[in-house]
């Protein structure tokens, strides 16, 4: 199960240097950091040379040691309160994080509503009553009302590619490119007007009903 190493890198500020699914290379004095990003922060950091401010948890495991970042405060507490939660590691927090808004992801948990909660990647019925039961008298706390926050730093900036950066990102989450491109067209065949985030946020939920 994954852990935190608390006291390390907990904000980073520095230059994009290329973004790749959602991995982000950022320049900090000269060390490059990967950072994992949940696509509600991908408009923050899409353009290399931008300078910006992610803030970040470091999560430990056995093999490998991973920076998760985040542009506002409310996303890393949503991820820090579901990776709380047995059986929700770092991979899923980011694809819940990704595919619904904070706001959403409040309402289903603190309505109990189970279905909308299994239609998020990796969610199955037993993770759904976990997330309910655990994070029901926790998430008002993390995501109140009215939760919505400016990213830190730069303004927004558009995805260029958006079919091929939403094949990355689903497959950063694990799914086949062969399954990606066929959500991402799926998608595209029926809302060709689509934004970026909206392009991958329904691709991903439609990935995770198989």
Not at 146 to 174: F, I, K, N, W, Y
Request: proline residues 3%; hydrophobic residues 45%; neutral net charge.
């Amino acid at each position: 199960m994954s852990s935190y190493l608390r006291l390390m890198i907990a904000q980073l500020t520095g230059t994009v240097v290329s973004v790749h699914g959602m991995d982000v290379v950022l320049d900090v004095a000269g060390v490059g950091y990967l950072v994992s990003v949940p696509l509600s922060s991908m408009s923050h950091v899409s353009t290399a040379g931008e300078r910006v401010t992610l803030l970040t948890i470091m999560l430990v495991r056995e093999d490998a040691m991973q920076l998760v970042g985040f542009a506002t405060h409310a996303e890393r507490e949503a991820f820090r309160l579901l990776t709380s939660i047995q059986g929700i590691g770092g991979r899923i927090a980011l694809g819940i994080i990704s595919a619904s808004t904070l706001d959403d992801l409040r309402s289903a948990i603190l309505r109990g509503n189970l279905p909308a909660l299994q239609r998020l990647p990796g969610v199955g019925k037993k993770t759904a009553e976990r997330i309910v039961i655990e994070l029901r008298d926790k998430i008002l706390t993390v995501l109140p009302d009215g939760t919505a926050e400016s990213p830190l730093g730069s303004p927004l900036h558009q995805l260029s590619q958006m079919a091929d950066d939403a094949v990355s990102a689903l497959q950063a989450l694990g799914y086949t490119r062969a399954a990606a491109e066929k959500s991402v067209k799926a998608v595209l065949a029926t809302e060709p007007s689509l934004s970026s985030e909206d392009l991958i946020r329904k691709a991903l939920q439609l990935s995770s009903r198989g």
